[in-house]
C-alpha cells in the first residue's frame, strides 16, 4: 500500500496548487488511499461469494479470517448493494 500512495502522490502533485500546505494536501491524499483501499477489502467477501461462488469455508481461508465474520460482510455488503439499487 506504501508504494501505491507513493506513486498517488507522485502522478498528483503537479496538481498540487500550494494555497494550502503540503502537509494537509498529502493527509488527504494518504487518507483517500486508505479509505478507498478499506472500501475494497471490504467488499471482497461479497465478490468472492456471489461473483466467483466461492464457498464461505473457502473465503475465510482465503481471507484468513473466520467464517461467521465472513458471512456477516457478505450479509453486510448485500445489504448495502440493496440500499443502493432501492
Not at 471490504?42 to 466461492?54: A, E, G, M, N, T
Request: charged content about 25%.
Amino acid at each position: 500500500m506504501c508504494q501505491e500512495v507513493l506513486d498517488k502522490v507522485a502522478a498528483k502533485l503537479p496538481a498540487f496548487e500550494w494555497r494550502s500546505k503540503f502537509g494537509t494536501w498529502l493527509h488527504g491524499v494518504v487518507s483517500n488511499s486508505a479509505l478507498s483501499t478499506y472500501r475494497s477489502l471490504k467488499h471482497r467477501p461479497f465478490i468472492l461469494r456471489d461473483i466467483s461462488q466461492l464457498t464461505y469455508a473457502e473465503i475465510a481461508e482465503e481471507l484468513e479470517a473466520p467464517v461467521g465474520t465472513v458471512k456477516s460482510q457478505v450479509h453486510d455488503a448485500r445489504q448495502a448493494i440493496q440500499e443502493l439499487l432501492g
